[in-house]
């Protein structure tokens, strides 16, 4: 009687170690920088859609972009990659590409934000955004993304 527990004991520990990692991007918020850095004047989310239309309006007081990505992951031993890949406008034959990387650390029961900016020399590089890619990483294997309409 023992020894079937003792089996049924064993084969749950090691489906449970065995789990791969799984996660998601549920969310991502491309948002305007103005020349101090701010995507919002005040924490209300009325006041920073309202100050996102003005940036969108006035570029010259843009200083660059940040994408703030809620995900959520678990089940992984190494740090997770969140991967934000920006297109710009075309001046040739391709348009310039741009990619951003944060490692981030798996675990909880709720999600996770992260911002990753894009501001400087790689912004006046891209111009304006056309389209982005938000994606999660276990290694060399896609757990997760979400991508704009022109992606």
């Not at 079937?4 to 998601?24: D, H, N, Q, W």
């Not at 972009?65 to 920006?86: C, D, T």
């Not at 304006?128 to 890619?133: L, N």
Request: hydrophobic share 45%.
């Amino acid at each position: 009687m023992r020894r079937p527990i003792l089996i049924l004991a064993l084969c749950c520990f090691v489906c449970a170690a065995a789990s791969a990692a799984t996660g998601r991007v549920i969310k991502v918020l491309p948002q305007f920088l103005d020349l101090k850095g701010r995507h919002a004047l005040s924490p209300s989310l009325y006041d920073r859609d309202a100050y996102q239309a003005y940036l969108r309006a006035h570029t010259n007081d843009v200083s660059g972009m940040r994408f703030a990505v809620q995900w959520k992951g678990s089940g992984a031993n190494a740090p997770l990659k969140l991967r934000v890949e920006i297109r710009g406008i075309t001046h040739g034959d391709l348009p310039p590409k741009i990619v951003l990387e944060q490692e981030v650390k798996p675990g909880g029961w709720f999600s996770h934000w992260v911002s990753l900016p894009l501001v400087g020399d790689d912004y006046k590089k891209i111009g304006e955004v056309t389209a982005w890619r938000a994606s999660l990483w276990d290694g060399d294997k896609l757990l997760s993304e979400q991508k704009s309409f022109l992606w």
